[in-house]
C-alpha cells in the first residue's frame, strides 16, 4: 500500500465517487488496515490472556496475518477477486 500524502490531494484507499453509504460504510476498515490498527488473528492471539490461536477464523489454513487477510485468504477470494482483475488490468 502507497503510505505517500500528496497535500491536498485524498489517498486512493480513502477515496469515494460519491457520499452513498456503500461507498463510505468500508471506510473505517480501510483506514485501520492502512494504519495498522486493524486487529486480526495474530493480534488477538499475542495480547489476549486466553490461549488463542493465531490461524485465520475464516479459512483455517494460515496465520491470519494482514498479509493472509489481503492476499491469500480462500474464504475472501470472492471478494478479492474484481480488486485484483482491476490492479492487473491496470498493470
Given at each position: 500500500m502507497?503510505?505517500?500524502?500528496?497535500?491536498?490531494?485524498?489517498?486512493?484507499?480513502?477515496?469515494v465517487?460519491?457520499?452513498?453509504?456503500?461507498?463510505?460504510?468500508?471506510?473505517?476498515?480501510?483506514?485501520?488496515?492502512l494504519t495498522?490498527?486493524?486487529?486480526?488473528?495474530?493480534?488477538?492471539?499475542?495480547f489476549?490472556?486466553?490461549?488463542?490461536?493465531?490461524?485465520?477464523?475464516?479459512?483455517?489454513v494460515e496465520?491470519?496475518?494482514?498479509?493472509?487477510?489481503?492476499?491469500?485468504?480462500?474464504?475472501?477470494?470472492?471478494?478479492?477477486?474484481?480488486?485484483?482483475?482491476?490492479?492487473?488490468?491496470?498493470?
Amino acid at each position: 500500500m502507497n503510505i505517500q500524502y500528496l497535500p491536498g490531494k485524498f489517498h486512493p484507499l480513502i477515496q469515494v465517487g460519491c457520499s452513498s453509504a456503500l461507498e463510505v460504510t468500508p471506510l473505517p476498515t480501510r483506514f485501520r488496515l492502512l494504519t495498522g490498527t486493524y486487529v486480526l488473528q495474530v493480534n488477538r492471539c499475542r495480547f489476549n490472556q486466553y490461549a488463542i490461536s493465531a490461524v485465520c477464523p475464516n479459512c483455517k489454513v494460515e496465520d491470519g496475518t494482514v498479509e493472509h487477510f489481503l492476499l491469500h485468504c480462500s474464504a475472501l477470494e470472492q471478494a478479492r477477486a474484481p480488486v485484483m482483475r482491476e490492479i492487473l488490468n491496470i498493470l
